[in-house]
């Protein structure tokens, strides 16, 4: 969906994410003197489905069109009005910050989108702020001697992604000072990639925008950008695990002695439920007979049943009742809660954790990484509890 949302510093067009983000990542569109917001909107409508597009109006006129800056020619020699360009950068600034917190994207996942006077813009703000933005994208642009006095810190540039595309067929803005651009951003610690197009002039081609929409969706996955489907018009609730196993009676006895579940009902030598909530059961085991195959360790399916424990003598308690009993525990920290991996008699992988996300120096979301889990100071907590 397209709307035209002019509430901030500056107008602008907005394509929201065909996919269903909590805080999508965002496309800064700058347009040039001879492409509008409109017509930039319209190129870009077939990127990634995860975007939320965002495509500013210049804030000035020139010649009877919207300008981020008026360029005067003086014997042939272009001069960019610096004045306006320093005002327009400024808007954009104060724009990208209010567009964050009333748009709820994700401001750690902007990226700017610079074509012709848009470039200049583009690549100023991202100089001068480079927090602003997670990539910069340059099209048929160029460097003013105010550009280059924007240059801040090598370290606040560091890592973060630019491309850089410029025509040969180039007449407006010639390769050369494509090339004057590149050099200025080689100097600093991006990951730079420069295309030159041989098909393009100043107007961005098809391979141009096909090169730019290819790119950005790389970062995206680099970034571990995950667009969802819409939520289905109800409702389901996780109620329990049906697990499959060789000898039912030690299965039962498993569950009931080292997790706490109470039998509530047994069918025959098939089937068994257990609960400890109110629920009629939140695991089922089936049994398949002595002989049945174990699931392969390399396939899918399902990893672990994971229990939460409401405090950390209770796991204290829980690794204790199991490693004394001869059960192989395996310890992990995942800095938001303390866990502890085994197997019940089957194979099947159960999980005990408890969640330390509340406590000072703890993380409150997951980083993919993990510490090992001493013992003895799992043990130690028996002393002082």
């Given at each position: 969906m397209v709307e035209e949302t002019p509430q901030l510093c500056l107008d602008y067009l907005l394509r929201r994410p065909r996919l269903n983000l909590r805080k999508p990542p965002a496309l800064a569109l700058f347009c040039g003197y001879d492409l509008n917001e409109v017509d930039f909107l319209r190129l870009t409508n077939h990127f990634d489905d995860r975007l939320m597009i965002l495509s500013?109006?210049?804030?000035?006129?020139?010649?009877?069109?919207?300008?981020?800056?008026?360029?005067?020619?003086?014997?042939?020699?272009?001069?960019?009005?610096?004045?306006?360009?320093?005002?327009?950068?400024?808007?954009?600034?104060?724009?990208?910050?209010?567009?964050a917190r009333e748009l709820k994207f994700d401001p750690s996942q902007v990226y700017l989108f610079g074509y012709s006077q848009g470039a200049v813009i583009a690549l100023s703000v991202f100089l001068s702020e480079p927090e602003l933005?997670?990539?910069?994208?340059?099209?048929?642009?160029?460097?003013?001697?105010?550009?280059?006095?924007?240059?801040?810190a090598a370290k606040r540039y560091q890592g973060k992604p630019v491309l850089q595309l410029h025509g040969?067929?180039?007449?407006?803005?010639?390769?050369?000072?494509?090339?004057?651009?590149?050099?200025?951003?080689?100097?600093l610690p991006v990951k730079l990639e420069t295309r030159l197009l041989n098909q393009m002039d100043h107007a961005m081609n098809a391979e141009c925008l096909e090169r730019v929409?290819?790119?950005?969706?790389?970062?995206?996955?680099?970034?571990?950008?995950?667009?969802?489907?819409?939520?289905?018009?109800?409702?389901?609730?996780?109620?329990?695990?049906?697990?499959?196993?060789?000898?039912l009676e030690r299965a039962i006895q498993f569950y009931i002695r080292f997790l706490g579940m109470e039998l509530v009902e047994k069918t025959g030598r098939t089937y068994a439920f257990l609960t400890n909530s109110q629920a009629h059961h939140v695991i089922a085991l089936q049994n398949q007979?002595?002989?049945?195959?174990?699931?392969?360790?390399e396939g899918v399916g399902l990893y672990a049943v994971r229990f939460e424990l409401a405090s950390q003598s209770e796991f204290a308690r829980a690794y204790k009742l199991l490693t004394d009993a001869g059960v192989n525990v395996t310890l992990i920290d995942h800095l938001i809660c303390w866990e502890m991996h085994f197997q019940d008699p089957d194979g099947n992988g159960i999980a005990l954790f408890w969640d330390t996300r509340d406590l000072p120096g703890r993380s409150h979301l997951w980083q993919g990484r993990d510490q090992p889990l001493d013992p003895q100071q799992v043990l130690n907590v028996l002393n002082t509890s």
């Open positions: 500013l109006r210049p804030p000035l006129q020139a010649g009877g069109q919207n300008a981020w800056f008026n360029v005067e020619r003086i014997r042939s020699v272009s001069f960019v009005n610096a004045a306006q360009a320093e005002y327009s950068r400024g808007e954009v600034m104060t724009f990208l910050r209010e567009a933005a997670a990539g910069l994208i340059l099209v048929s642009g160029q460097v003013t001697p105010e550009i280059r006095a924007l240059v801040g040969l067929q180039d007449r407006v803005c010639p390769v050369g000072i494509g090339r004057a651009a590149s050099q200025l951003l080689a100097a929409s290819a790119w950005l969706s790389s970062r995206l996955e680099e970034a571990g950008v995950l667009g969802l489907p819409d939520r289905p018009p109800y409702q389901a609730q996780l109620s329990g695990v049906h697990l499959k196993v060789r000898d007979g002595a002989n049945a195959p174990g699931s392969s360790v």
